[in-house]
C-alpha cells in the first residue's frame, strides 16, 4: 500500500522542485524492509516518501508512525499530516484566535484552507472563504459549513467584495494566495488583527510577483503579519491527533479529496494546483493496501 | 516655557493631518492653570499639545507631568517621549532582540531610528543603519556607534548593499520607510527574523506606494512582521525612563536634535521630514523657560 502525494516542500521548494528530490513528496507507505530500531516490516508511515513506487528512505529523514488506521489512510497525507498540522499550527499557534472574531481564508477548499475554516468555526469566529469555482463556493457554503464563501474570479473589485462579507472587518487572515487578494484584505483588517502567512500561490509562477501596495495598513492597524512553516511545530503532532481525531469520527470535521490513481498522473495533477483545477487536497493513489 | 514638535499621530495621521487636529503636534509645556486636580500652576508636562502657543486641554488628552529636569525638557519630544517610547516599545516589545543577533535600522538619524541603533548597542547586537546624507551616515558611525552605515542614495542596488553589510543576513529590521528598501530586507533576512514596522515615510505622499514584490519571504523564512503603535505601550513609560535616564546621565546613550525656533517654522520644518532635510529629531522652540 502507498500513496504519494503532489505537494512541494522546503524553503524555495517550488524554485527547487525536483521528482526525485528527498524533500519533495508527503506520502503514505509500508515498510517493506527496515534496518532502523523503531520501524519494523508492516509498519505504516507517513512523511517524505517522494514520487516513486519504493523508496530507500535514510534514517536522517523524519517518518511518522500511523497509530490510528480506523481513518482512511490517504488522511495522512491531508487533514492527518502535514496539511492537517499546518492548519493546526497556522491557526492556533500563529493565529491566536478568540470565539467571535471573524476569519478570512483564501484557496478556502485546499488542502490546508478547507481545515482552518472548520477549525475556526469549532472557535466559534465567523468564517468566509475564497475560492476559485462555482464548485468549490458551493462546497465551502454546504459540505465544509463556512459561514459564507465567493468566487474571487467573478469579484472585479477585491476590496468591494471583502467589505461586503466583513463589514466590521477581518481579525485573522489565514493568506494561501498573496498579491491583489493580501492588497485588499490590507484594506480590511482589523486593529490587532493578525495575517497568518502560509501560502502565495498566485505568485510562485510569476516571472514578477505582482507589488503589495497597502502594507502601511500594518502600522495603523497595529497587524502581526507571520510566516511559518509546519516543521517548526510537529513537538504538537499528538496533541492535534488527539484534537482532531475525535472530530473526525463524530463528523464534526470533514475532509474533501481529490483523489487520482497512477504515479503518471502525479506530473499534472501538481501543475493542476497553480490553476485551480482541482478540488480539495490532491492525493495520488500508487497502490491500494 | 513651551516647545512644540512637529511629528503628526493618529492612525493615518499624515493623511488627515491638520495643524489645529488635536491629536497632532507633541510638545512640552507649563501648566499656566487647571482645573484638573492631578495638575497644578507650574507643572511641566508633556503629550498631545498642539501647533500653538497657548493651548485648552482637554481632561481626556492624556498628559505626561515632567519628573526629572536635570535633562533638557526638549528631550521630552524626543528620547523622553512619544519617539523614545516608540524606539523602546518596537525594539524590545515586537523586536525581542537577543545578545548577538543582525540589526538594520533604516531612516536610523531620525527620532526614533538613532535611539534604535543605541538600543541594539547596549542589547549587544550588530547594527548598521541607513539614512539619506553623508553627514547623517557619518553621525551614525562617530556620535551614535552605530557598526556600519550607508547613505542609500549612493546605492543603486539595495539588495547588494544588504548583502555586504549583512553577509549572514539580518535578524531585526527597524522599517522606518517601506518601498525599495522593505523590498530588498526581504531579500536578506534570516530564519525567524523579525520586521519591525514603525513607519513607511518613503510612501505616505506617493499617489500610488511602491509595490513590494518579495513577501514570499516571509514564509520561506518564518519571518514575522508587525506593525505597532505606541499608544499601546504607554504602560511601560515608567520602566523606560528607569532604562533611559541613568544612561542619559552616564554619556551611554546620546541624543541627536535639529532645533528651530519659533512656530512659522514649524510648517517647512514638517515638510522637511518627507524630504530628509532635518537631521536627528525635528523640535521647534515656541518659548524657553
Given at each position: 500500500m502507498r500513496i504519494l502525494m503532489s505537494k512541494m516542500e522546503g524553503p524555495e521548494g517550488f524554485r527547487t522542485?525536483?521528482?526525485?528530490?528527498?524533500?519533495?513528496g508527503y506520502g503514505v507507505a509500508k515498510v517493506l524492509e527496515s534496518g532502523h530500531p523503531d520501524y519494523k516490516k508492516g509498519d505504516l508511515v507517513w512523511g517524505?516518501?517522494?514520487?516513486?513506487?519504493?523508496s530507500l528512505v535514510p534514517a536522517s529523514l523524519i517518518l511518522f508512525k500511523i497509530e490510528h488506521t480506523d481513518v482512511p489512510l490517504s488522511y495522512y497525507t491531508g487533514i492527518l499530516g502535514m496539511p492537517g498540522m499546518t492548519a493546526y499550527a497556522g491557526f492556533?499557534?500563529?493565529?491566536?484566535p478568540k470565539k467571535g472574531e471573524k476569519v478570512f481564508v483564501s484557496a478556502a477548499s485546499g488542502a490546508v484552507g478547507q481545515l482552518v475554516g472548520q477549525f475556526a468555526k469549532l472557535t466559534g469566529c465567523y468564517v468566509v472563504g475564497s475560492a476559485g469555482s462555482k464548485d468549490k463556493v458551493d462546497l465551502l457554503k454546504?459540505?465544509?459549513?463556512?459561514?459564507d464563501a465567493f468566487n474571487y474570479k467573478e469579484e472585479p473589485d477585491l476590496n468591494a467584495a471583502l467589505k461586503r462579507y466583513f463589514p466590521e472587518g477581518i481579525d485573522i487572515y489565514f493568506e494561501n494566495v498573496g498579491g491583489k487578494t493580501l492588497d485588499a484584505v490590507l484594506l480590511n483588517m482589523r486593529v490587532h488583527g493578525r495575517i497568518i502567512v502560509c501560502g502565495m500561490v498566485s505568485q510562485y509562477n510569476l516571472d514578477q510577483p505582482e507589488g503589495v501596495t497597502n502594507l502601511a495598513n500594518l502600522i495603523f492597524r497595529r497587524i502581526r503579519m507571520q510566516g511559518f512553516n509546519v516543521a517548526d511545530y510537529y513537538q504538537l503532532y499528538p496533541k492535534f491527533l488527539e484534537y482532531v481525531i475525535p472530530k473526525i469520527k463524530e463528523g464534526k470535521i470533514v475532509y474533501v479529496e481529490d483523489i487520482v490513481e497512477g504515479l503518471e498522473k502525479a506530473p499534472p495533477a501538481l501543475v493542476g494546483l497553480f490553476s485551480g483545477r482541482n478540488v480539495g487536497k490532491q492525493v495520488i493513489v500508487l497502490a491500494h493496501e
Open positions: 522542485y525536483s521528482p526525485g528530490s528527498p524533500l519533495t517524505f516518501t517522494r514520487w516513486e513506487e519504493y492556533f499557534e500563529v493565529g491566536l454546504t459540505k465544509l459549513g463556512f459561514d
